[in-house]
């Protein structure tokens, strides 16, 4: 049996195939396509379309290898939706979460109930983008000839199979699941003006979908295939492939978002954790994704796209590393830098406005990411010990960042924790290993990290002696400066 991970992230997707031969997991990308949205009048789109058709070509290439029978697993972001119509037609298209028309939306409806309550229903953070937000703010006509509301990997399930379901992982990121009961809360969908019955029943990790409707693609050359609703929530697939054992570890999943948290066997919902923005999204196997949001490669990204010449990740790593670091001190996850017009700019002003000298270079403006982010890790990890009781030895950084050698020296050394580094496509092994042990190839989640550990390369960062408490004093005064004036 082979096993396809269709693994979409905010920049780009690819299919990945795998396979356990030897004893070690194998993968093999067999496709990769670009993703991004567009402003049309105004607002910021999803091509949900293009997405469909690059996995349905991603499939394509898994039977041209002569595999004629695979199954398929789908994780992309979390958040975004589509709204059916009683035909199972969308009715619009998708939008997307960096549009904004939330930005003053939790303002608006914590007038109607408190940050306090929301947090003890649901315990989830509060970002600006989450669904609940977005639905609050949708045309309420609109909602009314709503049939049904899938999220986007169950959408790209949804058409691929006919069969409908709201998968947990992704589905607690709306901020509208209550972990204690293990369902939709009835009080904050009648503040949005959604009812339950508009959502698909939750399902677990592992579920099977079911198979491919292949009638629906007769243009197309596919193999059989089963569809298995894997950890959809990209994060709760990377967390899946994270190699962690035993207790004292904490994980970063990091990409576009920086993801920083610990696996916690139950919700973790009180002051301290509501008053720093912790949030307790639904893992697999009956666990919590204990995590902060941090602002992470996306920042870099915008900065790329603003340059006159066109670095590549390696490049900046290497003209980083010429200039001397901790020069500015910038709070990347202020809301400031969720979509602005020009992200140098942005940086720019911000370290005017508190009185430090603004990055011009490449090397100074990825310098300045590094080591801010950096920082807001180290922060993050205290705050973590302190919320939870619980002692940090390690960390591992899985995602396309952990290819970041001088980032995660940088984050040994402030947070003063051993750093190990890898997989980069944790998401993708986390997809594959949910599917392996849904046909029962791998016995449980242990097996599944032992066999991560045993097939790829994890590299360790022991932490070099700085003033840390110097450098993360600097960098609240700088915080504490912008946050008053």
């Known amino acids: 049996m082979v096993y396809v991970a269709a693994d979409i992230g905010a920049s780009s997707g690819r299919l990945v195939l795998g396979e356990i031969l030897n004893g070690k997991l194998q993968m093999k990308e067999i496709h990769r396509f670009a993703n991004g949205f567009t402003i049309q009048a105004g607002t910021c789109y999803w091509d949900i379309d293009h997405l469909l058709n690059e996995i349905l070509k991603g499939l394509e290439k898994v ?20 709204l059916l119509d009683h035909d199972g037609k969308r009715l619009q298209e998708v939008v997307a979460y960096r549009d904004k028309r939330t930005e003053k939306t939790i303002q608006k409806l914590t007038k109607i109930i408190s940050k306090e309550d929301i947090y003890h229903k649901t315990g989830i953070q509060f970002l600006p983008f989450n669904t609940i937000y977005q639905l609050y703010e949708e045309d309420k006509k609109q909602l009314e000839r709503t049939s049904k509301i899938l999220l986007v990997p169950d959408y790209l399930g949804y058409c691929l199979t006919g069969v409908g379901a709201t998968e947990m992982t992704n589905a607690s990121t709306m901020q509208l699941l209550n972990p204690r009961y293990g369902q939709f809360d ?4 009648e503040l949005i003006s959604v009812k339950k019955e508009q959502f698909e029943d939750l399902v677990q990790p592992g579920t099977e979908l079911g198979p491919l409707a292949m009638e629906r693609f007769a243009s197309y050359n596919l193999p059989n295939c089963k569809v298995i609703t894997v950890a959809t ?6 967390i899946i492939g994270t190699p962690g054992a035993g207790e004292g570890w904490a994980y970063i999943s990091s990409g576009t978002w920086s993801l920083l948290g610990i696996e916690s066997g139950s919700p973790i919902i009180n002051e301290l954790a509501l008053e720093n923005n912790y949030t307790n999204e639904w ?11 941090i602002m992470g490669m996306w920042v870099l990204q915008e900065v790329r796209k603003k340059l006159n010449r066109d670095y590549n990740f390696g490049q900046f790593v290497e003209e980083a590393k010429k200039i001397n670091d901790f020069r500015q001190f910038v709070n990347f996850n ?18 005017k406005e508190t009185n430090q000298i603004a990055p011009e270079s490449a090397g100074e403006l990825a310098n300045c990411i590094y080591t801010n982010l950096a920082i807001i890790y180290a922060i993050a990890l205290d705050e973590l010990e302190q919320i939870t009781g619980q002692q ?20 040994a050394d402030v947070s003063g924790k051993v750093v190990y ?15 392996m042990i849904a046909a029962k190839e791998v016995d449980n989640l242990e097996d599944a990290r032992r066999l991560v550990m045993e097939s790829f390369e994890i590299k360790q960062y022991t932490p070099k002696e700085i003033d840390r408490t110097a450098i993360i004093q600097k960098y609240k005064e700088a915080v504490s400066y912008e946050c008053t004036n």
């Open 334 to 351: 202020h809301d400031r830098f969720l979509n602005p017009l020009d992200m140098i700019q942005e940086i720019q002003g911000f370290c």
């Open 392 to 411: 940090i030895s390690r960390v591992h950084i899985v995602g396309g960042g952990a290819n970041n050698e001088h980032l995660n020296q940088l984050t």
């Open 421 to 435: 580094a890898g997989p980069i496509e944790a998401t993708a092994i986390g997809n594959l290993l949910m599917q």
């Open 63 to 82: 039977k041209s290898m002569g595999y004629d029978d695979c199954t398929l697993g789908i994780d992309t972001w979390a958040i975004d939706y589509v």
């Open 283 to 293: 893992g697999a196997f009956k666990t919590f994704r204990f995590l902060k949001n």
């Open 233 to 238: 929530h990209d994060t709760a697939s990377a």
């Open 186 to 189: 009835e009080e904050l969908l």
